[in-house]
């Protein structure tokens, strides 16, 4: 166990909706990381966020959008959603606000779109 | 960024060693080269990091080449739980985002 939480595990919705995947991050630890993991393109980087402030960004759809709120959980946004956005999200967690820091990984929300 | 190739796959028996390699040419003298795993259905997980000097700890050893063109992640005796894809990643010092290849997937027969 990472320390690092995940909601939902599962979501099902529909082409055209709008969903919100929540992070809790490991005690301590004032980054928060998204990633997505897709069959076709592996794990990408989606965005950084440390102490409530964006740090870093990397293969974000305009569509996608996240943040981070004073409790320091964060929350990432998915709009407009396409049959292509189906995929494994997972959050990780750091103490620093360094890209090189040691990542713990949450165990993913499963979404699915129909 | 520096590229990485590391095989698609590998095999290995219970209670024996595995040597995971990783070429990564192209890496610069303030890259930092970290190992991290993926175990089946769950987040990756870190493994371990190193700059020029072998490194160690509970999980596996890290050897990095005198040139430091390439690295080998040891694991000493494989447990089936060691079954997963093992990503090598270069990192830049001053700071740089995880970039997952498509690492090895490593399978432990028992």
């Known amino acids: 166990d990472s320390g690092v939480t995940q909601t939902p595990k599962h979501l099902i919705t529909a082409t055209g909706q709008r969903v919100t995947l929540r992070c809790s991050p490991r005690s301590g630890d004032l980054s928060v990381y998204w990633y997505q993991q897709s069959l076709d393109q592996g794990l990408q980087f989606l965005i950084q966020y440390y102490n409530g402030e964006e740090r870093a960004k990397g293969n974000i759809l305009e569509r996608f959008s996240a943040q981070q709120f004073p409790d320091l959980h964060s929350e990432l946004n998915l709009s407009s959603l396409e049959l292509g956005d189906s995929a494994l999200y997972f959050c990780a967690s750091s103490v620093g606000r360094g890209l090189i820091d040691t990542q713990y990984f949450g165990p993913g929300t499963r979404l699915t779109v129909l | 960024d520096a590229k990485t190739t590391q095989p698609n796959s590998m095999e290995s028996n219970e209670e024996e060693p595995v040597h995971l390699p990783c070429n990564h040419s192209t890496i610069s003298g303030t890259d930092y080269i970290h190992w991290y795993r993926q175990l089946p259905s769950q987040g990756p997980e870190y493994v371990i990091h190193g700059l020029t000097s072998n490194v160690n700890n509970r999980m596996a050893s890290l050897a990095i080449a005198e040139d430091r063109k390439s690295s080998t992640l040891i694991l000493h005796r494989a447990t089936l739980r060691d079954a997963a894809v093992y990503y090598c990643?270069?990192?830049?010092?001053?700071?740089?985002?995880?970039?997952f290849g498509t690492g090895t997937r490593l399978a432990v027969r028992p």
């Open positions: 990643i270069p990192l830049k010092s001053s700071g740089d985002k995880l970039t």
